[in-house]
């Protein structure tokens, strides 16, 4: 009789092993899915982030005003001589191109 009862109660502690063995396999089985779940939920959201953003900027294309700029370079042309950053909107004096002046530097 106690022959008996330490074989059922070795086999019942193998058995509690063996489950308990089992339940931390599956246990770290359903945490790597859920960490690939998630990795893949991030990849996603990430995706559709990207996506959002270049339909956003294809509605939101800049384009240039032609007409704003076609009447800004009427009214310059009709302001005289062009100038530069150097020389201004009058542009260059013609009595400073004289040659033969007397000048500080000799001449």
Avoid: C, F, H, W
């Avoid at 019942?12 to 339940?23: D, E, F, K, L, R």
């Avoid at 893949?40 to 953003?53: I, L, P, Q, S, T």
């Avoid at 100038?83 to 009595?95: K, M």
């Amino acid at each position: 009789m106690i022959v008996s009862a330490v074989i059922v109660g070795a086999a019942t502690v193998g058995s509690q092993i063996y489950a308990s063995n089992q339940q931390k396999k599956q246990q770290k089985k359903q945490l790597a899915l859920q960490r690939q779940a998630n990795q893949d939920a991030k990849d996603r959201a990430k995706e559709a982030g990207d996506r959002a953003d270049i339909e956003m900027n294809k509605a939101n294309r800049k384009r240039a005003d032609v007409s704003a700029l076609t009447k800004k370079e009427e009214q310059a042309a009709m302001a005289g001589p062009a100038g530069t950053l150097l020389t201004g909107v009058q542009g260059v004096d013609s009595g400073s191109l004289n040659l033969g002046g007397n000048t500080l530097l000799g001449g």
